[in-house]
């Protein structure tokens, strides 16, 4: 069984920057594509970025293209996401996923493994 564990949020001042992991254990993800999703209160999970199995090929959010960066080490079981520029708006409870095969996908439903989640606030 796949588990999923999230670090590294925080408090950030408005421009600041962040960058959380997810490190894998309990089996292999190298073989799957991973992606980022974000539940700000009051309003459903939605998909913030993914990447392939291979990390070569990524799929951004319009939200949050060009201030955020996703990338993985297969070597070590660890997903990233560096966060630039960062927006009041971009306040949520991060989750990292990792899906049922070696695409990106956009819907949740598609994501086998959830971590439990890594809160990023940004104050204005």
């Known amino acids: 069984q796949v588990q999923l564990v999230e670090s590294g949020g925080g408090l950030v001042q408005a421009g600041g920057s962040l960058r959380l992991s997810c490190a894998a254990s309990g089996g292999t993800v190298s073989g799957s594509g991973m992606g980022w999703f974000r539940q700000a209160p009051g309003k459903e999970r939605e998909f913030v970025v993914g990447?392939?199995?291979?990390?070569?090929?990524?799929q951004y959010a319009n939200s949050v293209k060009g201030r955020f960066t996703i990338s993985r080490d297969n070597a070590k079981s660890t997903l990233y996401l560096q966060m630039n520029s960062l927006k009041p708006e971009d306040t949520a409870v991060y989750y990292c996923?990792?899906?049922?095969?070696?695409?990106?996908?956009?819907?949740?439903?598609?994501?086998?493994?959830w971590g439990q989640g890594t809160q990023v606030t940004v104050s204005s």
């Open positions: 996923a990792a899906a049922k095969s070696g695409y990106i996908y956009l819907s949740a439903a598609q994501y086998e493994y």
């Open positions: 990447i392939s199995w291979s990390g070569r090929s990524t």
